[in-house]
């Protein structure tokens, strides 16, 4: 689907990518499963090399399967192209590489995926790049932590075990008056729910991982952006070798198709369990911008146009027993990380143990739920018959 008037997002997770009769017709497009790719004669082969972007040349350059996802991405975004690579930390450390090195001062938020601040803390420092950690709360305040060697800001909100929500669109305007490319971490609210190509940041970075993929059964991440920085992000994609597995990205285009569809039931899940819960004796405050009492909501509607199934749930005092007593004792929420699947899951989350520019102050637990796609009612019932079991420990 390309030209013509701009259509709706859903319309083009609906349409784009793929690939109209090129297919014999067929509705998905197939997985090319490819390493060598063969040329008819001397003469096409040299065209191939010259314009690899017009040609398969190729497995680890792209297949049409690779093309068909890059476009459905990229016109979710609603701007720039899409490079996919094997996993969401892999989106993150390669979109860094890209933006900085030797000498250079990065700026990243406190609330950032914790891996993400391992790569900062361990192969970055190691490169030579210095690297701040920054209040979520900073908003436009970020000028006054740039250097003279700051080239990058990376961002992510709202932060998904404590969901702060950043002020977006002042950081970016700030990084870009100063010359500094900023990189977004958008797993939480996925391309459908906010843009910030839109909004002035460089970089989208999306861990397919989660919604997108959608069911819990492959790694992948995404980046997108624009010219100058696509062919920068390119380069450093290409010379590392990195490349999506050729299932991986048939599954994921097919999770892509429902995206809108799922997003709408869980956040309306989500915001029934987070609602009930906000009004429940053992919880101190639940964290989930889309509660109008959340600190983060007034940015959060301005920015976004949705919220997804993630959230945080801040108990009052309770000691670890009864956390345990609490979770283990659930039916419907499985026990464990990553997120964006089609069923419930709960973790228990320890901030204090990552943040190091503003310390996390809580005096109760914190847990993890992402709300799944089971009946609500169910999923309330599960979770008043734990928290029973909370305070009886
Ligand atoms: C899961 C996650 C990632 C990393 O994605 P993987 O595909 O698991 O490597 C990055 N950022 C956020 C916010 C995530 O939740």
Redo the contacts with the bound molecule.
């Keep these: 689907m390309t030209g013509g008037p701009r259509r709706g997002d859903r319309t083009r997770l609906t349409h784009t990518g793929r690939g109209g009769t090129r297919h014999h017709g067929v509705v998905n497009p197939p997985i090319y499963q490819a390493s060598t790719v063969t040329f008819p004669d001397v003469a096409t082969l040299k065209e191939a090399m010259r314009t690899p972007d017009r040609f398969v040349t190729y497995g680890r350059r792209g297949t049409p399967t690779t093309f068909a996802l890059q476009d459905a991405i990229a016109a979710l975004e609603g701007a720039g192209s899409t490079l996919l690579v094997p ?6 450390t390669v979109a860094l590489l890209a933006s900085v090195g030797p000498g250079d001062h990065l700026l990243v938020v406190d609330s ?2 914790a ?2 601040r391992t790569f900062c803390d361990t192969t970055l420092k190691q490169l030579g790049v210095e690297v701040t950690y920054y209040d979520p709360h900073i908003g436009a305040g970020i000028d006054g932590l740039f250097r003279r060697n700051t080239r990058a800001v990376f961002l ?1 909100s709202p ?2 075990i404590t969901f702060e929500v950043q002020d977006v669109p002042a950081i970016a305007a700030v990084a870009r008056a100063r010359g500094a490319v900023s990189l977004i ?1 958008n ?2 609210a996925t391309p459908l729910f906010f843009k910030p190509l839109l909004l002035g940041v460089d970089v989208s ?1 999306q ?4 919604y997108i993929g959608g069911h819990a059964d492959l ?3 995404a980046i997108t952006a624009s010219e100058p920085m696509l062919s920068k992000l390119r380069h450093w994609v290409y010379s590392m070798g990195l490349c999506a597995g050729p299932q991986d990205m048939y599954l994921a285009l097919r999770g892509i198709r429902t995206l809108s569809a799922r997003l709408a039931q869980h956040q309306q899940t989500a915001m029934q369990l987070a609602t009930w819960l906000s009004q429940r004796p053992e919880v101190e405050r639940v964290l989930y911008p889309p509660l109008p009492s959340d600190p983060g909501h007034r940015l959060w509607k301005s920015d976004f146009t949705g919220g997804s199934g ?1 959230f945080g749930v801040l108990l009052k005092p309770f000691a670890d027993n009864a956390v345990a007593a609490f979770i283990d004792g659930l039916e419907l929420f499985g026990i464990g ?4 699947g089609f069923e419930s899951l709960i973790v228990p989350q320890d901030p204090r143990q990552i943040r190091t520019a503003v310390p996390w102050q809580a005096s109760g637990p914190l847990v993890r739920i992402h709300a799944g796609l089971e009946d609500p009612d169910d999923l309330r019932a599960d979770l008043e018959a734990g928290l029973a079991r909370l305070k009886k420990s």
């Excluded at 990380?337 to 964006?340: A, L, R, T």
């Design positions: 996993s969401g930390l892999a989106a993150i950032a995926y891996p993400a992510e932060g998904s971490d797993t939480w970075i861990a397919v991982t989660k790694m992948m991440g993630l990380y990553s997120w964006g």
